[in-house]
């Protein structure tokens, strides 16, 4: 096993990018470098496994129109160094950072309505994950069929989500149907 230089993965991921461009025109790629460490070579390989991966990512995103760079392990690495930004095992981002970095990658990448489709949508899983005290009570009963309308409005909106989950989680929970 060896570790690969910028321009080997360059030359082995520039022809299957451009490719995917061919097939799919109005294609935009997002590279980005795992914040993930990868300690079974020890830091030091993972560090310089990293910067390779760095320039490469580097280079296409000058080379390629349509191939952007997100910075995800610049994030992971200078703006959540401390410890508090790993899981217990020290190796993968917390969830606090994954959080940020999700937050950041949306302000890049995402307009406005998507932004805005995505808060939406994430208020229904909240609501999914909520745990009443008094499951039959009609305030909760109103709740669960609040969330089921506004799940039914989403999905017409926009025929391509599935929330599925969520719509058999607030079903089971209603009085005389679960």
Request: proline share 7%; with cysteine.
């Amino acid at each position: 096993r060896r570790r690969l230089t910028p321009r080997e993965v360059i030359a082995a991921m520039e022809p299957v990018l451009y490719e995917l461009k061919n097939r799919q025109p109005e294609l935009e790629v997002i590279l980005t470098v795992s914040p993930v460490r990868h300690l079974r070579d020890g830091l030091v390989e993972n560090q310089r496994s990293k910067a390779v991966l760095l320039l490469a990512c580097s280079e296409l995103s000058r080379q390629l129109p349509f191939a952007h760079y997100f910075p995800s392990y610049e994030i992971q690495m200078d703006e959540l160094r401390d410890y508090r930004f790993y899981a217990p095992d020290l190796i993968h981002p917390s969830d606090v950072a994954i959080d940020h970095i999700w937050q950041r990658f949306g302000q890049a990448f995402f307009d406005g309505p998507t932004r805005q489709l995505m808060q939406r949508i994430g208020k229904v899983i909240a609501a999914s994950s909520h745990r009443p005290f008094h499951p039959a009570s009609e305030p909760h009963q109103r709740f669960l069929q609040q969330q089921l309308e506004i799940i039914a409005q989403l999905e017409q909106e926009f025929p391509f989500l599935n929330l599925n989950r969520e719509r058999e989680g607030f079903r089971k929970q209603l009085v005389g149907e679960g």
